[in-house]
T-cell receptor
């Protein structure tokens, strides 16, 4: 089955700096790659996603890049703010066309933005 | 707020007992996914239902079962509970139609004593 590796496990940055989290996946059939932000005591919140027919997607301070050949994708957060502090998860999914889109998650990255 | 609701928020029970976790998907979503989150295993897919039918199974124990009702809400039943079943259980919903986005509920924290 699919395996997703995520690095680093912890990341500490100064407010205003950029943060980059990287993930690799094993199954070349994966075609959907979401990123989730989880704050303490809450459920994962979808913040951005990318599909395999796109190389890059941006939404304000957040961007995601995908390299299908190397089977890796990354989350970039620019101008970080203290409220960006949370655990971030990458995930991969194979759209089988049969309404089955289970997500395989990385282990998570604890991002701390220091004021 | 994702629009997905889960009850109860917290559940404390004893080993050997049975519990039921409930999930209501976002309006219009036909797919419900259940995930377990623990410190050692991370977020793991358990099972998916689409419009009342089971569509996929992940690392779900035989002691666990789920169903989706005609009104599309779903229940996850956990029986013969063990200490190791203590975890956060999340429900996510999605349209399930060529659309992969999944929106997570707030979760149920299960503690087995």
């Amino acid at each position: 089955g699919e395996n997703v590796e995520q690095h680093p496990s912890t990341l500490s940055v100064q407010e205003g700096d950029s943060a980059v989290i990287k993930c690799t996946y094993s199954d070349s059939a994966s075609n959907y790659f979401p990123w989730y932000k989880q704050e303490l005591g809450k459920g994962p919140q979808l913040i951005i996603d990318i599909r395999s027919n796109v190389g890059e997607k941006k939404d304000q301070r957040i961007a995601v890049t995908l390299n299908k050949t190397a089977k890796h994708f990354s989350l970039h957060i620019t101008e970080t703010q203290p409220e960006d502090s949370a655990v971030y998860f990458c995930a991969a999914s194979i759209g089988s066309g049969g309404s089955n889109y289970k997500l395989t998650f990385g282990k998570g990255t604890l991002l701390t933005v220091n004021p | 707020d994702s629009g997905v609701t889960q009850t109860p928020k917290h559940l404390i029970t004893a080993t050997g007992q049975r519990v039921t976790l409930r999930c209501s998907p976002r309006s219009g979503d036909l797919s419900v996914y259940w995930y377990q989150q623990s410190l050692d295993q991370g977020l793991q897919f358990l099972i998916q239902y689409y419009n009342g039918e089971e569509r996929a199974k992940g690392n779900i124990l035989e002691r666990f079962s789920a169903q989706q009702f005609p009104d599309l809400h779903s229940e996850l039943n956990l029986s013969s509970l063990e200490l190791g079943d203590s975890a956060l259980y999340f429900c996510a919903s999605g349209t399930g139609r060529n659309h992969n986005e999944q929106f997570f509920g707030p979760g149920t924290r299960l503690t087995v004593l």
